[in-house]
């Protein structure tokens, strides 16, 4: 069984600081990961993934996270962040060998403020 | 293109009522997953659908139930409406060995 762990429910950056948002993951077999934002009343929407392949991936709007085997984790980073990142984001983990059949298990969100 | 459809996108119930929630998939998607996010919450995967046939389901009690039609779209139901049903729905489609998710808006349920 796979599970996701967010550190931080609540995060706050002045604008123009570094975001910084934390992700362990937990899976008994290679996994694949994603960052999702969502913005209030709104759905999901993709910001990256990890799928075995480059380990520092990037995503879009600047945000990249990079995949570190050895300590489980999946932090996901933007070096200036702007009022728009305001937004709560999830982590997510699925099992990497048939993805497509396989279910996503979240983490419980980190919801982000941007302080002017 | 269009991506994920819900309908209806707000609704409010009361306890011991059905619902029935419904879902388009992104086009060219073949494959449907329902999530339940309570407030506060991350998704939590109820169930998938695949050539209109149940493939997974997590961890809910049979009073939630689904269908998949010919053209993909699907429906989620809930019978017997408790409180604790309360949540934002959200349908995610995707082409069967793909590896990304699309997910709709979401259909916010109360029960009150």
């Known amino acids: 069984a796979q599970s996701v762990t967010q550190l931080g429910s609540h995060v706050s950056v002045s604008e123009g600081a570094l975001v910084l948002l934390r992700c362990n993951y937990s899976s008994s077999v290679p996994p694949y990961l994603f960052w999702y934002v969502q913005y209030p009343n709104q759905g999901l929407q993709l910001l990256l993934k990890y799928t075995s392949a480059a380990t520092l991936v990037k995503g879009i709007n600047g945000f990249e996270a990079e995949f570190k085997k050895s300590e489980t984790s999946f932090h996901l980073t933007k070096p200036s962040a702007h009022m728009s990142d305001a937004a709560e984001y999830f982590c997510?983990?699925?099992?990497?060998?048939?993805?497509?059949?396989?279910?996503?298990?979240f983490g419980t969100g980190t919801r982000l403020t941007i302080i002017p | 293109d269009a991506g994920v459809t819900q309908s209806p996108t707000h609704l409010i119930k009361t306890r011991g009522q059905q619902v029935t929630l419904r879902c388009s998939p992104k086009?060219?998607?073949?494959?449907v997953s329902w999530y339940q996010q309570a407030l506060g919450q991350g998704p939590q995967f109820i169930f998938q659908?695949?050539?209109?046939?149940?493939?997974q389901r997590g961890n809910f009690p049979d009073r939630f139930s689904g269908h998949q039609f010919p053209n993909y779209s699907s429906e989620l139901n809930v019978n017997a409406l408790l409180l604790g049903d309360s949540a934002l729905y959200l349908c995610?489609?995707?082409?069967?060995?793909?590896?990304?998710?699309?997910f709709g808006a979401g259909s916010r349920l109360t029960v009150l």
């Open positions: 086009s060219g998607h073949d494959t």
């Open positions: 997510a983990v699925s099992l990497g060998s048939n993805f497509g059949n396989e279910k996503l298990t």
């Open positions: 659908y695949y050539e209109e046939e149940e493939r």
């Open positions: 995610a489609s995707i082409q069967s060995g793909a590896n990304v998710l699309t």
